[in-house]
T-cell receptor, first 113, second 116 residues
């Protein structure tokens, strides 16, 4: 079965510091991968998606970037964090066909102070 | 513009009572429809999904949802809630076009509180 790992689970970072959140998946190959952000009191916002190694599409302009160095690894990064980057970041394993379910990882809670 | 609306930010329900969560969408064509549940500090778990066919969809944990094309709605229901149903519920839609598949759009969520 498919499994999604995210780390760290919780992170507190000062404003202006760099960020690296990692997502790895198991039990599948060549998955579509997604990064979502959930800000306090708000729904989920799709940030990036990737259909393969080195292929990244950004959904919204922001202070963040994403990379996919390996088939089952998806990384979310920032060079300088802003207060507004605080939130709950979820990695998702997307369906290749409409009949498949989108699975979500356990999430990383980021607090920027 | 495409949108997903969950009109109720917060709902309080007594244990054993029925629950209905509303979801309305605005899309050019009928999208794929989903309901997810998020327990505190956890990721999202799929409750049910609608692609086509029978407009009443059964999901896990005793939940069901009904798709009404004329109302652009996909409301979630449970006949009798349990204390463990306290969580945040998200409605989501995904376009049916192959180049956009997987790019889910989520509603803002409805927080459900269950009282004894």
């Amino acid at each position: 079965s498919q499994t999604i790992h995210q780390w760290p689970a919780t992170l507190v970072q000062p404003v202006g510091s760099p960020l690296s959140l990692e997502c790895t998946v198991e039990g599948t190959s060549n998955p579509n991968l997604y990064w979502y952000r959930q800000a306090a009191g708000r729904g989920l916002q799709l940030l990036f998606y990737s259909v393969g190694i080195g292929q990244i599409s950004s959904e919204v302009p922001q202070n963040l970037s994403a990379s996919r160095p390996q088939d089952r690894q998806f990384i979310l990064s920032s060079k300088k964090l802003l207060l507004s980057d605080s939130g709950f970041y979820l990695c998702a394993l997307g369906p290749g066909t409409p009949q498949e379910t989108q699975y979500f990882g356990p999430g990383t809670r980021l607090l920027v102070l | 513009a495409q949108s997903v609306t969950q009109p109720d930010i917060h709902i309080t329900v007594s244990e054993g009572a029925s629950l209905e969560l509303r979801c309305n969408y605005s899309y050019g064509a009928t999208p794929y429809l989903f309901w997810y549940v998020q327990s505190p500090g956890q990721g999202l778990q799929l409750l049910l999904k609608y692609f086509s066919g029978d407009t009443l969809v059964q999901g896990i944990k005793g939940f069901e949802a009904e798709f009404k094309r004329s109302q652009s709605s996909f409301n979630l229901r449970k006949p009798s809630v349990h204390w463990s149903d306290a969580a945040e519920y998200f409605c989501a839609v995904a376009p049916m076009t192959t180049d956009s598949w997987g790019k889910f759009q989520f509603g803002a969520g409805t927080q459900v509180v269950v009282t004894p």
